[in-house]
């Protein structure tokens, strides 16, 4: 029987909705999946309020079996089994003297961010003393290999899945419910990325094209991309544009857990950060990867990595397909795009096989929130 531990997950929000996708996808997991007693303390309750229905802005609650609560600054606390420092946004002093006068310190694990690069393997679970007290933090490191910290998986994720695109209406019904009509031999795509120059010759690209193209643009994403593209007529849900090849709607934004189905419903994606980007991959579909822009372009090195593990026995066209419109994005390069969305779009059936294989590949290792509760128990 496996102990009922007490976790603290903090949080604190530094952009758009990865930084509480992830921790908020973590909690629920440990509380649904492995009946842990999971409190998130998070310092900006409006992304989680937008992805978890029912979470009201301005006072604690408890959703999907997670105690949700403001903090960790001025956060009155005890102790309990397991800290989670997401993403290292660190904890407060008050909080990490009283780990240290506990008389067992809580398991202390500063879940990192996402990347496929090769030092992953040897920085997951590295121990580092907390400069005042010693008390061991460990970086728990997700990532692409059995050596890492693995990736959010929920246990029944891949099963249902498969359910919903074994179900012929399925993909119709939702995308229905977000107010759009698809018109014969279009292609859907989920348009979630950061915002980029290169994004209204993308739209371009899809308006000359010869198939059509139902491009879905969640509220709040590429707005000013949309404003440019639109002349300032941009698409509402329910309403959107056509121009020729094109047809741009603008969807709601959806639950968190609503948004695999939406990505099932999609014929390819353009997706970001961090969790839509893992999501893309159980989703087994052809995608592209607007990675989280950094000052110093460290990106660019990511999606490399990315690359190389991802398109290993990709058939060569469609692995050069995937980086020409990978790198277009990410340079926000509107020259190269044309060209590259063609090469990509001709390779979707290919993709679509390889993207199978690499989620089945990826699902052979422990889930994230497996492998933490394993550590956890094991240090018991
Ligand atoms: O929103 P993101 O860009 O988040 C981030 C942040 O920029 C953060 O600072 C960085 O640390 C992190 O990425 C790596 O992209 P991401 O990670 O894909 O998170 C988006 C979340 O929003 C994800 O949980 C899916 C969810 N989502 C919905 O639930 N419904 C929707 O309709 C959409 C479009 C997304």
Request: glycine letters at 8%; proline letters at 7%; a negative charge.
């Given at each position: 029987?496996?102990?009922?531990?007490?976790?603290?997950?903090?949080?604190?929000?530094?952009?758009?909705?990865?930084?509480?996708g992830v921790a908020w996808r973590l909690a629920r997991q440990l509380a649904h999946e492995h009946r842990?007693?999971?409190?998130?303390?998070?310092?900006?309750?409006?992304?989680?309020?937008?992805?978890?229905?029912?979470?009201?802005?301005?006072?604690?609650?408890?959703?999907?079996?997670?105690?949700?609560?403001?903090?960790?600054?001025?956060?009155?606390?005890?102790?309990?089994?397991?800290?989670?420092?997401?993403?290292?946004?660190?904890?407060?002093?008050?909080?990490?003297?009283?780990?240290?006068?506990?008389?067992?310190?809580?398991?202390?694990?500063?879940?990192?961010?996402?990347?496929?690069?090769?030092?992953?393997?040897?920085?997951?679970?590295?121990?580092?003393?907390?400069?005042?007290?010693?008390?061991?933090?460990?970086?728990?490191?997700?990532?692409?290999?059995?050596?890492?910290?693995?990736?959010?998986?929920?246990?029944?994720?891949?099963?249902?899945?498969?359910?919903?695109?074994?179900?012929?209406?399925?993909?119709?019904?939702?995308?229905?419910?977000?107010?759009?009509?698809?018109?014969?031999?279009?292609?859907?795509?989920?348009?979630?990325?950061?915002?980029?120059?290169?994004?209204?010759?993308?739209?371009?690209?899809?308006?000359?094209?010869?198939?059509?193209?139902?491009?879905?643009?969640?509220?709040?994403?590429?707005?000013?991309?949309?404003?440019?593209?639109?002349?300032?007529?941009?698409?509402?849900?329910?309403?959107?544009?056509?121009?020729?090849?094109?047809?741009?709607?603008?969807?709601?934004?959806?639950?968190?857990?609503?948004?695999?189905?939406?990505?099932?419903?999609?014929?390819?994606?353009?997706?970001?950060?961090?969790?839509?980007?893992?999501?893309?991959?159980?989703?087994?579909?052809?995608?592209?990867?607007?990675?989280?822009?950094?000052?110093?372009?460290?990106?660019?090195?990511?999606?490399?990595?990315?690359?190389?593990?991802?398109?290993?026995?990709?058939?060569?066209?469609?692995?050069?397909?995937?980086?020409?419109?990978?790198?277009?994005?990410?340079?926000?390069?509107?020259?190269?795009?044309?060209?590259?969305?063609?090469?990509?779009?001709?390779?979707?059936?290919?993709?679509?096989?390889?993207?199978?294989?690499?989620?089945?590949?990826?699902?052979?290792?422990?889930?994230?929130?497996?492998?933490?509760?394993?550590?956890?128990?094991?240090?018991?």
């Amino acid at each position: 029987m496996r102990a009922q531990l007490r976790w603290d997950i903090v949080c604190r929000v530094v952009d758009n909705y990865g930084d509480a996708g992830v921790a908020w996808r973590l909690a629920r997991q440990l509380a649904h999946e492995h009946r842990q007693r999971v409190t998130l303390w998070i310092d900006d309750f409006a992304p989680l309020a937008l992805l978890v229905p029912g979470i009201d802005p301005t006072r604690p609650a408890e959703a999907e079996g997670v105690q949700v609560r403001r903090g960790p600054a001025d956060a009155r606390w005890t102790p309990g089994d397991v800290v989670i420092d997401a993403f290292g946004g660190g904890l407060p002093a008050s909080w990490i003297d009283a780990m240290a006068s506990a008389a067992r310190p809580p398991a202390w694990a500063v879940l990192e961010y996402l990347s496929a690069e090769a030092w992953v393997d040897d920085a997951h679970l590295r121990a580092s003393p907390e400069p005042h007290t010693g008390l061991a933090r460990h970086y728990w490191c997700p990532g692409f290999t059995s050596a890492t910290g693995g990736l959010l998986r929920e246990g029944d994720l891949l099963e249902r899945r498969d359910r919903f695109r074994r179900d012929p209406g399925a993909a119709a019904a939702v995308l229905s419910a977000l107010g759009v009509t698809v018109p014969t031999r279009a292609r859907v795509g989920l348009v979630f990325c950061y915002p980029t120059a290169a994004l209204p010759d993308l739209f371009d690209a899809w308006s000359e094209g010869g198939d059509p193209v139902v491009a879905l643009v969640p509220q709040g994403a590429a707005e000013g991309a949309l404003d440019r593209w639109c002349g300032g007529a941009v698409p509402q849900p329910g309403a959107p544009v056509v121009r020729g090849a094109l047809t741009l709607a603008s969807i709601p934004f959806v639950p968190q857990r609503e948004f695999d189905a939406l990505l099932w419903s999609c014929d390819f994606a353009l997706v970001r950060g961090e969790d839509s980007f893992v999501r893309a991959q159980w989703a087994a579909m052809p995608f592209a990867w607007h990675a989280y822009p950094q000052d110093d372009g460290a990106q660019f090195a990511k999606i490399g990595a990315f690359h190389d593990r991802f398109l290993q026995g990709a058939p060569a066209e469609a692995a050069d397909a995937v980086r020409a419109f990978n790198g277009a994005i990410n340079r926000a390069d509107g020259t190269a795009l044309a060209a590259a969305w063609d090469a990509f779009d001709r390779s979707r059936a290919t993709l679509r096989i390889h993207a199978a294989q690499w989620a089945d590949h990826l699902a052979a290792h422990p889930d994230l929130a497996s492998g933490l509760v394993r550590w956890v128990e094991s240090r018991l």
